[in-house]
């Protein structure tokens, strides 16, 4: 019998701010590259496996593939789970990107397509 399949959760990186509520028209804390590193660094300490860096046009001030790259050399096992919007990049600069950061990661990136 296959064993069953285990729930895992994972969490999101301010891309585009923080605060103590979702949804609000401006954050209580602008994104910056310490913060989100420290995020990951206490995913790391409470067992979270993927955090998501998204990638958005209007509110996200960081650019998610250039910010996976730099957060995954300052932490140790968590994964960059960073979205890809189709048509956004071309195909195989994409994939050249891809390989690249899961190289430099040790192989600690998954990609969500949108």
Request: hydrophobic share 45%; charged share 15%; with cysteine.
């Amino acid at each position: 019998m296959p064993p069953k399949p285990q729930l895992e959760f994972n969490w999101c990186a301010p891309v585009s701010g923080d605060g103590f509520y979702l949804g609000l028209p401006t954050w209580e804390r602008p994104p910056e590259f310490e913060y989100i590193v420290q995020i990951f660094k206490t995913a790391e300490k409470f067992g979270f496996k993927q955090l998501l860096i998204g990638m958005g046009f209007t509110h996200h001030t960081l650019e998610a593939w250039t910010l996976a790259t730099a957060v995954l050399t300052q932490t140790n096992y968590a994964s960059a789970m960073v979205a890809v919007r189709p048509g956004f990049i071309s195909a195989p600069v994409l994939a050249k990107m891809a390989v690249t950061l899961d190289h430099i990661s040790r192989g600690r990136l998954y990609v969500n397509h949108n």
